[in-house]
């Protein structure tokens, strides 16, 4: 479990072919690799994976190939990735319950410069819209969110510079692809009224 407060930017160093899945090899700067164990889960780019290997402060994952197919921003040598490590009983919570499970893919179609702030549009799957609500929150490339408008599957959250500065939700563009992750409370309230 994962709170959607980035840590680190880290880089993928090495991204090795494992018969249609990939082994990476990240680095990062501030993660604090210290206290990380074999085994222990790491949020990439809002993708909950295990590390298998760790060097110095760098550490190598497995990427399924099911995992490959739904989500985006893992494939690349070299790309910038949002990290944050798994939650503790005793972490605070400064964002909202985050699973590291991205549910859908969704394509940027704005991103402008308010000002004080910046605003990001972003058009989900259709199959994700009825989970997405004004003032509920949602986490785009691993960092939690507040959704300001919704209108159908697209929907728009505020920036602010800080956010920026610490994530790489600033090299996102229009037509560019992010990993969604919706509310995970919202998942369990449709459960439970599907079994009446």
Known sequence: ?????????G?????EDRNGGLRLTVATRA?????????DSIAVNGVCLTVIEKQGESFTVDVSCETLNCTVGLER????VNLEKALRLADRLGGH????HVDGVGEVVEF?????SWKLVVRA??????????????????????????EGAVFSVNLIPHTLAVTT?????????ANLEIDLIARYVERMLAAN
């Open 97 to 100: 319950l985050v699973s590291g």
């Open 169 to 177: 939700l600033n090299e996102l563009r229009a037509g560019a692809r």
């Open 77 to 80: 040598q070299g790309a910038r």
């Open 11 to 15: 880089a993928i160093n090495r991204a």
């Open 125 to 150: 799957p259709q199959p994700l819209a009825k989970y997405i609500a004004v003032k509920g929150s949602i986490t785009i490339n691993g960092v939690s969110l507040t959704v300001n408008q919704v």
């Open 112 to 116: 402008s410069d308010l000002g004080e």
């Open 31 to 39: 993660l604090g690799m210290e206290d990380v164990g074999l085994g």
């Open 1 to 9: 479990m994962f709170s959607g407060i980035i840590a680190d930017v």
